[in-house]
């Protein structure tokens, strides 16, 4: 009989990476979803892969009690996270500004509570307690309902950040259903928003499996599984490349010129991208390389704001916008997901491409997979309190960065022309060396993690 496989994917990427690549192509077992999308996100979704099911999951509200637990076990892991790696940037990653008076009050509060709890003992004290407190709100009984009606084999979520997700794998452990998640990215376990518990999670790397073994050695080293991830994958399949003709005839590019790509991060991450993408056309224009290069703009797709239109409209003939292909729905963020289509355009761009600019975003690793190499931007445009590269460069997913030489680095505002032109002679870098630290088993991750869930 074949397994029944309930997958739950909470966003886009996980859309993406999971549901578009071969992992739940030709397999023997059933899949179904777990989902919130609607109509338009799932025939999409069906057109890649094969559903034998899909079911809704019901309304769900957090308590005031389940969140106060939940913040305070993320304030002190936070802390503590900080504190055991002697790395302060991991600070960064707990939100201090709120919005409204019962906000501010509420985190007021879980900050003086978590000033009186100490040690990880205390912290798995918190967790037990929390996933007690789950039990109590009508979304699990709903939950528990539904998936005694459904009888899947396995749970498996794309996400495990995802708030909800906590409940949901609580109700199924309660029944016995195997669990399984992933860790979204590679930034994201000294953070502190591990939502969920799982009976297996599968991992990126070596790498990975030893931080999760650090920042939470209440997790059996057994229920760490690394399979790698599929999201690589992509590249190594020739029919993602677009004809080249085509390709360069879509977007008015001009064969004759290098391309160099500007990848956007998210507002949040690098608020100063604009400026950034200007100082980049400026400096090629005044180096006289704006004759032989051409700059290809892709921003965050999640970012929809308008806040690189006045770069493009000054810089209309070297920069050309090239927008990822997602359908967004400001207003229903479950319709936030990527057509197939953009798969193949952002494997055709780092084919096609020379290099890449960014602030330390893994567009590194998308290029590299093409010998491609990468420039970080390593400049404050100007002095802010609130953001530095510096500290960026800090944050602790950096540490596992082997050399310097993985990538170029644009160090000062007026280098960038000599920056650009030695990428260009020598694209050389140990992007792969990096690469293998962060990703093991780049070819064969949608096979291990098949694997994994039979």
């Not at 790395?87 to 939100?95: G, L, Q």
């Amino acid at each position: 009989m074949a397994k029944q496989i309930l997958v739950f994917t909470p966003d886009g990427t996980g859309i993406k990476n999971y549901l578009y690549s071969n992992v739940f192509k030709n397999t023997e077992a059933q899949i179904s979803l777990f989902h919130n999308f609607d109509a338009d996100t799932l025939a999409q979704i069906s057109s890649e892969i094969v559903l034998h099911n899909d079911y809704e999951i019901p309304r769900y509200q957090e308590g005031v009690k389940e969140k106060f637990l939940r913040e305070l076990i993320h304030t002190v892991r936070i802390r503590e996270n900080a504190k055991r790696e002697n790395n302060p940037t991991i600070f960064a990653f707990r939100k201090k500004k709120h919005k409204g008076w019962k906000l501010k009050l509420f985190f007021a509060l879980v900050n003086a509570r978590a000033a009186f709890v100490k040690g990880e003992k205390s912290i798995q004290k918190l967790e037990r307690k929390y996933d007690k407190m789950l039990t109590q709100n009508p979304f699990y009984h709903r939950i528990t309902e539904l998936l005694k009606k459904v009888q899947p084999d396995v749970l498996f979520c794309t996400h495990q950040r995802e708030i909800k997700a906590a409940t949901v794998f609580k109700a199924a452990r309660d029944l016995g259903i195997k669990t399984v998640t992933v860790i979204y990215s590679w930034d994201n376990i000294p953070k502190a928003r591990l939502a969920l518990r799982a009976d297996a999670y599968l991992l990126w790397s070596e790498y990975m499996k030893e931080e999760m073994k650090r920042f939470y050695p209440d997790i059996h080293e057994d229920q760490l599984i690394v399979t790698g991830t599929p999201q690589f994958e992509f590249y190594k399949d020739p029919d993602n490349i677009i004809p080249k003709a085509d390709f360069y005839e879509r977007y008015g590019l001009d064969p004759s010129k290098k391309i160099i790509c500007f990848s956007g991060d998210d507002v949040k991450t690098s608020p100063y991208d604009p400026y950034y993408l200007r100082d980049l056309a400026k400096g090629l224009t005044e180096a006289g390389m704006d004759d032989a290069c051409q700059i290809v703009f892709r921003r965050c797709p999640v970012d929809v704001s308008g806040r690189y239109d006045w770069v493009l409209k000054e810089y209309p003939n070297l920069i050309v916008d090239m927008p990822p292909l997602w359908n967004f729905n400001s207003a229903v963020w479950t319709a936030i997901y990527p057509q197939y289509e953009d798969v193949k355009l952002l494997v055709s761009l780092a084919y096609y491409g020379d290099l890449v600019i960014n602030v330390g975003s893994t567009m590194a690793f998308d290029f590299g997979m093409f010998q491609k190499p990468c420039i970080y931007i390593n400049y404050d445009h100007k002095k802010d309190p609130n953001w530095s590269v510096n500290t960026i460069y800090n944050y602790q997913h950096f540490r596992s960065m082997p050399s310097k030489k993985a990538v170029y680095w644009w160090n000062e505002r007026e280098a960038i022309a000599a920056v650009v032109q030695q990428a260009l002679e020598e694209p050389s870098t140990t992007i792969a060396d990096w690469f293998e630290v962060v990703v093991n088993h780049g070819e064969t991750a949608s096979e291990n993690i098949k694997k994994a869930l039979r």
